[in-house]
């Protein structure tokens, strides 16, 4: 027993230090984005700032290229939302199908879903671009949007796994009473499954919001990008880059991120805790 005050503070102290380390980015981030430009790496190691240049966030959120950063948020905002709403409901039919229905080559067609989750991403890029330029979808969000509306491997497995811990005897007991398959679909799986889709959702949120590579592939114009591609127009190769108001931005596009996380926190825990990947 007395050793346990021991363990105790040694655990703590262990825990605080691997979260200091993970944040100090994102607190150097923040320090950084209340300094002048020119200094940022010129004093890197000092966290604090020697002047706090609040202009930052103003010349930040003025924009570049004409377009205002609202203008980027709303865009990742539209693009996050239509592509949650479809790779979360489509993704919870497929998972229904897979595990409430009985068909011919089901044990199959689970294992290419489950073929298609393994393979990366960076694969299927060129067939993708390929197949998207000849039906004329580049320079809009069809390529980023549309493809989510068929359902996300990770997320039909993840709603899998959850709707096999419902009891098979309520399906039965809807049938009894006139259920079809498509009503007990919305009526009684739908409702039950609502921490793995609050899961799915959040993760959704967070791939979407930072994506990269698909905004920068498939999208031409400044007045349609999204948050991840505005930053990166802050540096410039050519002049003197706004580390600056890149930096203060970076800390605006974060903002909600955090929200999200903090405000559904206990969905993603307990949407992952019951479906069987605890």
Known sequence: MRYKPLKWTLYHVIAA????????????????????????????????PSEWIWTNYSQGWQGIGGYG????????????????IGAVLSSAFVAFGFARLKFFGSSFWFAIMMVTLMLPHDVTLVPQYIMFAKMDWLNSIKPIVVPAYFGAP???????????????????????????KFRLFYRIIIPLIAPALA?????????????????????????????SMALKMYLD????????????????SLVP?????????????????TSGLK
Request: proline letters at 4%.
């Open 154 to 180: 990770f997320f039909i497995f993840l709603m899998i796994q959850f709707i096999r811990t419902i009891p098979s005897e309520l399906d039965e007991a809807a049938t009894i009473d006139g259920c079809g």
């Open 257 to 273: 991120v955090v929200a999200v996380f903090f405000a559904f926190q206990k969905h993603i825990v307990e949407g992952i805790s």
């Open 199 to 227: 899961t799915a959702s959040i993760f959704s949120f967070y791939w979407r919001w930072e994506d990269l590579i698909g905004p920068v592939l498939y999208l031409n114009k400044p007045s349609m990008y999204p948050v």
């Open 69 to 84: 950063f609202g203008t980027f948020i709303k865009n990742s905002l539209v693009l996050v939302v239509l592509a949650t």
């Open 17 to 48: 230090g691997g979260a200091l380390l993970m944040v100090y980015p994102v607190i150097w981030l923040l320090m950084s984005s209340f300094k002048p430009s020119a200094q940022i790496f010129q004093t890197a190691g000092s966290l604090i």
């Open 237 to 252: 190769a050519d002049t003197l880059s706004n580390w600056g108001a890149m930096f203060a931005m970076s800390i605006v």
